[in-house]
DNA sequence: CAGTGAGCGAGCTTCCGCTTGACTT
């Protein structure tokens, strides 16, 4: 029997320790967080505020017979190891299984390893310690302070602006950020500019005729000014006046963290967030990878070690560099290694082809992480005039040695930038002549709208949300409405080119597509609405810094120089106030006008279905409601449009078939359509008034062919529903089993289903 | 829940971080 029990938090971990440490530990894992503080599904905040903040921890329903038979398993062992990640977190979580598991303080030691190595993890047994409570209390304050901001921001939410709604330390700063950026592109106000760029040819040094392409060194505010330039560049006489080479060095990255691996996969794989650490967490399990969610770029020596075997062994000692790299990211916890392979000799891995891919990025980066810069030499030529000031230049870059680019080069978010080409080897003071000029005018850009990948980078810049959420954070803002997946269509706009070829000048006006965006994140409404109020009422909380200011506490109390109730309280002071001034009322819908026909006042503004046209107000009798459409916003909706929402409600008249009409009608489940007697809801994200006579045949026809049975057996008929097939008998429905074959179901058989249903009721 | 075709209002919702669940009628 084991005389030892080591919990560590996860199950692939604990596979792993166990294998090192042979018969006399028994390793389990906790799987995470055991308690929490109540509050789950209960109108509670689970906190005393009367005595000194302190939370109302209770087990997770989910982890009662995991906790049972670890208690049981903490009985027959002599020492209980408390093996839990090396981070706030992680301390909590030894301390909370203390607790719950009543281990006796004597009996118990915490322990933490930084790589999964036998030596290392013997070295860990060889040196435990204690709890370190100012640890735990630092974890207690941070998340009684995310308690705090959560259920008392998030009740006002459901008095001022709609039910259901969520705010939070990490998912209002996220949405504010989308938010903000989307207005900073809405208020973008382009400046147009003239770039000139040249062609030129001359000899190179074998006395070939080459030709160099080149760009003015400097760009013009107007277009008569280009056109002046041009002019005067037509029979200049140009020459090569200047040739630069420098040498430069470029360094790889560091192997992933989970927001670079995030951002990386999005960029190369078109992979979402979610997607990525699905896999990683596969790859994980499988054992291939070490831990997806970290924020470190540490490697173990170990992968050190094998990674310069790999490379020395694939492309010999000249590409290998042994690195070790340090996270800058704020907040880092650092309780694990950067994200690489568990064997970097194994070139390939995964069970299908994402997964191969994943794991593929994953490797490349973590042993380009350990080559040899490369080696580039940029070389710059300049053209000129005597006359004209200004200069045309070419640039190029050779590689002189690849080094890590022979593995893997890391993408950027700025698709612009187009490769550097190499230059032919020129004579400076040669003579060059001008093949032609061109003038375009070009426009300065919008800032680029957040995609998840780079969201994730922007939050982990503000040490906003840890590695284990990121994915989550997402998920949130997305499921609360306050963000969209979408696509923005892109617009025409005319520019003008001016060319000289042959010593003629042509003008022409060309049509460009901008602005297009595919797969980012835009704010809703309901988004914009519920972050300015937020924005106005809790300035503090909302600010990019506040987290980054919290963190600064709890890290004093980590030191044990604050006591965390004190911090707490200090929050808690300013903050509750503010909660208190909220006056009652919703907040305010935008005015539009009133009605002319009875006067009434008519406002855009949120309902609990989503964004609405309101006219008249509940003291004066009943208002009359509408749903925006899609595409519309409550801040940019006119008058005359609103208006037009109401008589779109309206019944009308859409079709005549066979002399009876089709009319349409708002029903408690939407907008629907009436013939003769049937009626049929009109399909999500289709509009009435655009409805049709095919559209109107068409769900006529889907309707009655979904009212007769795929099959009878006399009074029992075969029905396909909403949710699966069903049986419609005379007592009732009863649902078939998923995988039913409909063509070999007989009567008997469905008679025992039958017969099964009414048992199963008793 | 398995087709419904108006307008009541009760009772509910929520945070961030750790981790892997999964229930078959």
Same mark, same amino acid.
């Given at each position: 029997?084991?005389?030892?029990?080591?919990?560590?938090?996860?199950?692939?971990?604990?596979?792993?320790?166990?294998?090192?440490?042979?018969?006399?530990? $028994?390793?389990?894992?906790?799987?995470?967080?055991?308690?929490?503080?109540?509050?789950?599904?209960?109108?509670?905040?689970?906190?005393?505020?009367?005595? $000194?903040?302190?939370?109302?921890?209770?087990?997770?329903?989910?982890?009662?017979?995991?906790?049972?038979?670890?208690?049981?398993?903490?009985? #027959?062992?002599?020492?209980?190891?408390?093996?839990?990640?090396?981070?706030?977190?992680?301390?909590?979580?030894?301390?909370?299984?203390?607790?719950?598991?009543?281990?006796?303080?004597?009996?118990? #030691?915490?322990?933490?390893?930084?790589?999964?190595?036998?030596?290392?993890?013997?070295?860990?047994?060889?040196?435990?310690?204690?709890?370190?409570?100012?640890?735990?209390?630092?974890?207690?304050?941070?998340?009684?302070?995310?308690?705090?901001?959560?259920?008392?921001?998030?009740?006002?939410?459901?008095?001022?602006?709609?039910?259901?709604?969520?705010?939070?330390?990490?998912?209002?700063?996220?949405?504010?950020?989308?938010?903000?950026?989307?207005?900073?592109?809405?208020?973008?106000?382009?400046?147009?500019?003239?770039?000139?760029?040249?062609?030129?040819?001359?000899?190179?040094?074998?006395?070939?005729?080459?030709?160099?392409?080149?760009?003015?060194?400097?760009?013009?505010?107007?277009?008569?000014?280009?056109?002046?330039?041009?002019?005067?560049?037509?029979?200049?006489?140009?020459?090569?006046?200047?040739?630069?080479?420098?040498?430069?060095?470029?360094?790889?990255?560091?192997?992933?963290?989970?927001?670079?691996?995030?951002?990386?996969?999005?960029?190369?794989?078109?992979?979402?967030?979610?997607?990525?650490?699905?896999?990683?967490?596969?790859?994980?399990?499988?054992?291939?990878?070490?831990?997806?969610?970290?924020?470190?770029?540490?490697?173990?020596?170990?992968?050190?070690?094998?990674?310069?075997?790999?490379?020395?062994?694939?492309?010999?000692?000249?590409?290998?560099?042994?690195?070790?790299?340090?996270?800058?990211?704020?907040?880092?916890?650092?309780?694990?290694?950067?994200?690489?392979?568990?064997?970097?000799?194994?070139?390939?891995?995964?069970?299908?082809?994402?997964?191969?891919?994943?794991?593929?990025?994953?490797?490349?980066?973590?042993?380009?992480?350990?080559?040899?810069?490369?080696?580039?030499?940029?070389?710059?030529?300049?053209?000129?005039?005597?006359?004209?000031?200004?200069?045309?230049?070419?640039?190029?870059?050779?590689?002189?040695?690849?080094?890590?680019?022979?593995?893997?080069?890391?993408?950027?978010?700025?698709?612009?930038?187009?490769?550097?080409?190499?230059?032919?080897?020129?004579?400076?003071?040669?003579?060059?002549?001008?093949?032609?000029?061109?003038?375009?005018?070009?426009?300065?850009?919008?800032?680029?709208?957040?995609?998840?990948?780079?969201?994730?980078?922007?939050?982990?810049?503000?040490?906003?949300?840890?590695?284990?959420?990121?994915?989550?954070?997402?998920?949130?803002?997305?499921?609360?409405?306050?963000?969209?997946?979408?696509?923005?269509?892109?617009?025409?706009?005319?520019?003008?080119?001016?060319?000289?070829?042959?010593?003629?000048?042509?003008?022409?006006?060309?049509?460009?597509?901008?602005?297009?965006?595919?797969?980012?994140?835009?704010?809703?409404?309901?988004?914009?609405?519920?972050?300015?109020?937020?924005?106005?009422?809790?300035?503090?909380?909302?600010?990019?810094?506040?987290?980054?200011?919290?963190?600064?506490?709890?890290?004093?109390?980590?030191?044990? #120089?604050?006591?965390?109730?004190?911090?707490?309280?200090?929050?808690?002071?300013?903050?509750?106030?503010?909660?208190?001034?909220?006056?009652?009322?919703?907040?305010?819908?935008?005015?539009?006008?009133?009605?002319?026909?009875?006067?009434?006042?008519?406002?855009? #503004?949120?309902?609990?279905?989503?964004?609405?046209?309101?006219?008249?107000?509940?003291?004066?009798?009943?208002?009359?409601?509408?749903?925006?459409?899609?595409?519309?916003?409550?801040?940019?909706?006119? *008058?005359?449009?609103? *208006?037009?929402?109401?008589?779109?409600?309206?019944?009308?008249?859409?079709?005549?078939?066979?002399?009876?009409?089709?009319?349409?009608?708002?029903?408690?489940?939407?907008?629907?359509?009436?013939?003769?007697?049937?009626?049929?809801?009109?399909?999500?994200?289709?509009?009435?008034?655009?409805?049709?006579?095919?559209?109107?045949?068409?769900?006529?026809?889907?309707?009655?062919?979904?009212?007769?049975?795929?099959?009878?057996?006399?009074?029992?008929?075969?029905?396909?529903?909403?949710?699966?097939?069903?049986?419609?008998?005379?007592?009732?429905?009863?649902?078939?089993?998923?995988?039913?074959?409909?063509?070999?179901?007989?009567?008997?058989?469905?008679?025992?289903?039958?017969?099964?249903?009414?048992?199963?009721?008793?």
């Amino acid at each position: 029997m084991s005389k030892n029990l080591v919990i560590v938090e996860s199950p692939e971990k604990a596979k792993t320790i166990g294998k090192f440490l042979g018969e006399d530990y $028994h390793v389990l894992s906790s799987k995470g967080h055991v308690r929490d503080i109540e509050g789950q599904g209960k109108n509670s905040i689970g906190i005393d505020f009367e005595n $000194h903040y302190q939370p109302n921890y209770v087990i997770d329903p989910t982890k009662e017979a995991l906790l049972e038979t670890l208690k049981k398993e903490a009985r #027959k062992a002599d020492c209980v190891w408390l093996a839990s990640d090396e981070d706030r977190e992680g301390e909590a979580i030894a301390w909370h299984l203390q607790e719950v598991l009543q281990l006796k303080p004597e009996r118990t #030691k915490r322990i933490v390893f930084h790589e999964i190595t036998k030596p290392a993890i013997l070295d860990a047994i060889a040196n435990p310690r204690q709890i370190d409570y100012n640890l735990v209390n630092a974890q207690q304050a941070r998340r009684v302070l995310d308690r705090i901001v959560g259920f008392e921001l998030s009740p006002i939410l459901w008095r001022k602006v709609t039910t259901g709604l969520s705010a939070g330390r990490v998912q209002s700063v996220a949405v504010r950020l989308i938010v903000e950026r989307e207005r900073e592109i809405e208020a973008f106000e382009e400046q147009a500019l003239y770039r000139v760029t040249a062609d030129f040819k001359g000899l190179n040094a074998e006395g070939k005729e080459v030709v160099l392409h080149t760009e003015l060194n400097h760009r013009f505010t107007t277009k008569s000014e280009a056109v002046a330039y041009l002019n005067e560049c037509k029979d200049a006489p140009f020459s090569i006046t200047a040739i630069s080479k420098k040498p430069q060095h470029r360094s790889p990255a560091p192997p992933f963290t989970t927001s670079s691996l995030q951002q990386e996969a999005a960029r190369k794989l078109k992979f979402p967030v979610s997607r990525t650490m699905r896999l990683a967490q596969a790859l994980y399990e499988a054992g291939w990878i070490t831990y997806m969610r970290t924020d470190s770029v540490n490697l173990s020596g170990l992968a050190i070690a094998t990674a310069k075997k790999e490379i020395v062994g694939e492309y010999g000692e000249k590409y290998h560099h042994a690195r070790q790299f340090k996270t800058s990211s704020k907040g880092a916890q650092e309780a694990h290694e950067a994200i690489r392979p568990t064997n970097m000799s194994i070139a390939s891995a995964g069970q299908n082809n994402d997964e191969r891919r994943l794991y593929d990025l994953i490797r490349k980066r973590a042993l380009a992480s350990q080559m040899a810069d490369a080696e580039t030499e940029t070389t710059r030529i300049e053209v000129t005039t005597r006359t004209l000031p200004y200069t045309f230049i070419a640039t190029g870059e050779t590689i002189l040695f690849d080094g890590f680019m022979r593995l893997y080069v890391q993408s950027t978010d700025d698709e612009s930038e187009a490769g550097e080409s190499i230059l032919p080897v020129m004579q400076e003071g040669g003579k060059v002549e001008a093949t032609g000029f061109v003038g375009q005018q070009t426009f300065t850009k919008a800032p680029f709208r957040y995609t998840e990948a780079s969201l994730v980078k922007k939050l982990e810049e503000l040490g906003i949300g840890r590695p284990s959420t990121y994915a989550a954070i997402i998920d949130t803002i997305i499921t609360r409405k306050y963000v969209e997946r979408g696509n923005v269509p892109g617009k025409k706009r005319e520019f003008n080119t001016i060319t000289i070829a042959n010593g003629k000048m042509t003008d022409k006006k060309k049509t460009e597509l901008y602005g297009q965006d595919n797969q980012k994140l835009l704010p809703t409404d309901l988004g914009k609405i519920t972050n300015d109020f937020l924005v106005e009422h809790f300035p503090e909380i909302m600010s990019y810094d506040f987290t980054a200011k919290e963190e600064e506490n709890f890290d004093y109390i980590a030191e044990g #120089k604050a006591e965390w109730e004190k911090v707490v309280d200090s929050f808690y002071r300013t903050f509750h106030p503010l909660i208190k001034k909220i006056p009652s009322g919703k907040v305010d819908g935008r005015v539009l006008g009133s009605d002319p026909e009875t006067g009434e006042p008519i406002i855009a #503004k949120i309902s609990k279905i989503g964004p609405c046209i309101q006219i008249g107000d509940a003291e004066n009798g009943k208002p009359r409601f509408a749903s925006l459409k899609k595409g519309q916003s409550i801040y940019t909706i006119t *008058l005359e449009e609103a *208006l037009q929402l109401f008589e779109d409600l309206k019944p009308h008249v859409v079709a005549v078939i066979d002399g009876d009409e089709v009319i349409t009608g708002q029903g408690k489940y939407g907008p629907y359509i009436k013939y003769r007697d049937a009626y049929v809801s009109v399909p999500k994200g289709k509009d009435v008034m655009t409805l049709t006579e095919e559209d109107v045949k068409k769900m006529l026809q889907e309707k009655a062919d979904s009212q007769k049975p795929l099959r009878s057996f006399g009074d029992i008929h075969v029905m396909q529903g909403r949710y699966g097939c069903y049986l419609k008998t005379p007592e009732g429905n009863v649902r078939l089993p998923k995988n039913t074959r409909i063509d070999q179901l007989t009567e008997e058989a469905c008679k025992e289903i039958i017969g099964r249903r009414v048992k199963s009721e008793k």
